[in-house]
């Protein structure tokens, strides 16, 4: 029960809420919970999905308790070879990862084998990513077509980088800290894959050098926020013009072939970075004319190989890791081997582990509950159209039209409690318990080919493409539909037993019309009420849109942590939405409270309940982290640190100064103010 006095624990002492309500609402937070050992972020998510993977290890562990269905057997089976009771996996050592280095065609500073005379690109390349499911130099898949939402096309993007921003290889600063840490592990890698540590060195150096050189003609991710600009259809004849370093027909025959679907050079495919695969073509053929280029090649594709499996791999490799985890995020992201193998589990299995989290301890009623309240959000939003003057009363009529269309799918699809349909969204897939690894290729073989089959089938609404079980949510613009896993259906975010709803909408409410704002931010608002991409708004109300979004751009800009600037252009979507979100949820409530009443203020608290709605939208974000993390999370995560996503709504927020009364001249009630929803 969410009491006063946990309620009273946001704040150890004063602290004005008009002056940094941040600090007012998780001050306290902040101070009672310091970060636990190895974790480089601590936040309410992290706390709950703690949480749920408690009560998953209970389930797993019970030997007593009956699986129901096929789908979950296979789950337990995944997550014990993961634990490795009987240390089979450090009893391998390297050897899973010397046999498939093998059929790549061996790896230069390892025992796999190597032989540059008959190593080939072209083969190297189609059995890293059609075979093992290795992204390497790029990334493909297919995926639903932005322009006709209806069906499936192959979709190619840039790739390839071990490091998770082009950042970390061309700022100076980063490159001498993380690259070094980089080299660190690939050398150490390769010594413990039989290799001495000079060559180890050398060949680590040239790696690094050939990923620099993709870093460099890889696009920022702030110039990828146009949709229209990242649709490029072609066909596989014009990308092969395009980019000649391989022969694509024969790159995605290996590939569907697995499937018997047949590709051709009229295939069509839709290329998200042409100019990021014209001049990889250009790296790759200057590399491949010196003497070493073959081997330079090999040992980029073979490194990248070993990388994603390193998890998969006797502890020594995963402790070699840990010098890169260390530089990127100040900690070692070290844990219980149980918490890792429940997260891994979950990550592939998610659908089965859901329906055992489900059965165990989702509250059925919370389900209609939050329904509701998704429509009293919903509604809220709709009822806000008519007030914004910069829209054109066409496009307002269109984006009432989008919103009712809007699907919304919550706590979990209703399969996953019919075993027949359970198990057969994993028909084909098997797991032993004592091959963590082999079971680690069979899921990503499974995944390819059942991604690739999907190319002459419809694509759907009404699909997952997260586990239930995840503390999270998230909107889908080719599908037009937000969902609202089980996993966030908890305290602090939603508990239909609040003593004020004022909290649920804060919190979970918010969460709501977050989602339902990204169909009409930045990249959003390109998609239409059937999730197509294409122009629906016409051209003043796109240029007075854009006005507004600049004002958020440089609102964000303007913040900085650790003297890190926020990047507001990239950002720019997920603070729409923090701040639309806000005033949909807040106008929800006082629609609720047209024809509810709430409970007397809570015991212990000086809040009224509107006040309590913005501590409720505050504590979701409470966190703590390593300078080390908040400095990835400015370069790479499309949203603002947590400090700033709630600064930087609620000093927007007309509706926020007035309930806490804040002066004009106070920090959280800035003169200028950015709003676009």
């Avoid at 990828?224 to 013009?241: G, P, S």
């Avoid at 994993?426 to 080919?449: K, P, T, V």
């Avoid at 997260?466 to 949510?473: D, F, G, L, R, T």
Wanted: aromatic share 10%; proline share 4%; charged share 25%.
């Amino acid at each position: 029960m969410y009491n006063g006095r946990k309620c009273h624990s946001f704040s150890y002492e004063p602290q004005d809420p008009c002056d940094d309500f941040y600090e007012f609402a998780c001050g306290g937070w902040v101070k009672q919970n310091p970060l636990p050992d190895g974790k480089s972020i601590w936040s309410t998510f992290g706390k709950l999905w703690q949480e749920n993977q408690l009560v998953m290890k209970n389930i797993l562990d019970d030997d007593t308790r009956p699986t129901n269905s096929v789908a979950e057997r296979l789950a337990k089976t995944y997550y014990l070879s993961c634990l490795d009771q009987n240390s089979t996996i450090e009893a391998l050592g390297s050897t899973p990862i010397d046999e498939l280095l093998s059929q790549l065609g061996g790896w230069n500073i390892s025992s796999s084998g190597f032989n540059v005379t008959s190593w080939k690109l072209q083969s190297a390349i189609e059995l890293a990513q059609n075979t093992y499911s290795r992204s390497v130099f790029f990334a493909w898949m297919v995926a639903p077509d932005e322009r006709n939402s209806s069906r499936h096309i192959i979709t190619l993007d840039q790739g390839g980088l071990t490091l998770p921003s082009r950042d970390y290889y061309l700022n100076k600063t980063d490159r001498e800290k993380t690259v070094t840490a980089l080299k660190q592990y690939i050398t150490q890698v390769g010594v413990l894959m039989g290799s001495n540590e000079e060559e180890a060195k050398t060949q680590a150096e040239s790696i690094v050098n050939l990923e620099l050189r993709m870093a460099e003609v890889t696009m920022p991710e702030d110039e990828r926020r146009d949709e229209k600009a990242l649709y490029n259809k072609m066909r596989i004849m014009d990308l092969q013009r395009l980019a000649s370093f391989i022969d694509w027909v024969s790159f995605f025959r290996s590939g569907f072939s697995l499937v018997n679907i047949s590709v051709t050079g009229r295939t069509e495919v839709v290329v998200l970075v042409p100019s990021y695969f014209r001049q990889l073509s250009v790296i790759i053929k200057d590399i491949l004319a010196k003497p070493t280029g073959k081997i330079t090649l090999a040992n980029y594709i073979g490194w990248q190989t070993v990388n994603s499996l390193v998890g998969a791999l006797a502890p020594s490799f995963r402790e070699a890791q840990r010098v890169l985890q260390r530089a990127l995020m100040g900690a070692d992201g070290a844990e219980a081997t149980w918490r890792q193998c429940i997260s891994d589990t979950n990550n592939v299995l998610g659908l089965a582990l859901s329906s055992m989290f489900v059965r165990e301890v989702f509250d059925e009623q919370s389900k209609p509950v939050a329904e509701q309240m998704v429509r009293e959000v919903k509604n809220a939003f709709k009822e806000n159209l008519p007030y914004l003057n910069w829209m054109d009363d066409e496009t307002r009529e269109l984006a009432k039209d989008k919103a009712d269309h809007v699907t919304d799918m919550i706590g979990f699809p209703s399969f996953i409690s019919d075993r027949d349909k359970l198990d057969a969204k994993f028909e084909g897939l098997e797991m032993r318990e004592a091959e963590y690894f082999d079971n680690n290729l069979r899921i990503s073989q499974w995944m390819l080919l059942k991604n690739m089959r999907r190319l002459q089938r419809p694509s759907q609404r009404g699909e997952w493409d997260m586990s239930p079980i995840q503390v999270n949510a998230y909107y889908t613009p080719s599908k037009n539909q937000i969902v609202f896993p089980a996993g966030i259906l908890q305290a602090p975010f939603y508990d239909k037993n609040y003593p004020s709803r004022s909290l649920n909408f804060g919190a979970m409410g918010v969460v709501m019309g977050h989602e339902l704002t990204h169909a009409f931010d930045d990249q959003g608002r390109e998609y239409d009420k059937e999730g197509n991409l294409k122009q629906w708004w016409n051209n003043r109300t796109i240029e007075a849109f854009q006005q507004r979004a600049k004002c958020f751009i440089d609102q964000y800009s303007s913040y900085k942590l650790n003297n890190d600037s926020i990047n507001g252009k990239s950002t720019l979507g997920e603070n729409m939405a923090d701040n639309g979100g806000l005033k949909a949820a807040f106008h929800a409530y006082r629609g609720w409270l047209q024809s509810n009443t709430e409970f007397a203020p809570l015991p212990g608290v000086n809040l009224t309940h509107e006040q309590l709605f913005y501590v409720g939208f505050a504590q979701v974000w409470c966190s703590t982290e390593t300078p080390e993390a908040t400095h990835m999370q400015v370069l790479v995560d499309a949203h603002s640190p947590a400090k700033y996503r709630v600064i930087g709504t609620l000093s927007n927020s007309v509706e926020f100064s007035k309930t806490y009364k804040c002066k004009p001249t106070s920090p959280m009630n800035p003169p200028r103010k950015c709003e676009v929803w």
